[in-house]
């Protein structure tokens, strides 16, 4: 169970201030409890492991970058459970997803 200022806490010790405001979004987590938002992702290396056909090779991702222009909002959220060892990936406005051919968007 998640005291109810454990998030505000973890926020105000990464961040050095408060939050300014919460919102309550329906995600599926499975361990339940808060979360907190460290940021925006700006970019995602990764490298597929066996039985991929593509293990070993590392595949780099820019988010929000669209050739010409770099939008702000159009980037994943980078968000920590209270425990602050379950990292969380959430497409709140961006348009990336993952399928056959890896992140796309």
Same mark, same amino acid.
């Given at each position: ?19 300014? +405001? ?8 499975? /361990?339940?409890?808060?979360?907190? /938002? ?6 995602? +290396?990764?490298?597929?492991? +066996? ?10 991702? /820019? ?10 909002? +159009? /980037? ?22 993952f399928?056959?051919?890896?992140i796309?968007?």
């Amino acid at each position: 169970m998640t005291r109810k200022n454990e998030i505000p806490d973890q926020y105000r010790d990464f961040h050095g201030s408060p939050p300014r +405001n919460a919102r309550r979004v329906n995600l599926p987590n499975p /361990k339940g409890g808060s979360l907190m /938002k460290i940021g925006r992702l700006t970019q995602i +290396n990764y490298i597929p492991e +066996n039985p991929s056909m593509l293990a070993g090779a590392e595949y780099s991702h /820019k988010f929000g970058d669209t050739g010409t222009v770099v939008f702000k909002k +159009n /980037k994943p959220i980078l968000a920590v459970d209270s425990t602050g060892k379950q990292l969380y990936i959430i497409n709140d406005k961006s348009t990336y997803k993952f399928g056959p051919r890896g992140i796309v968007g």
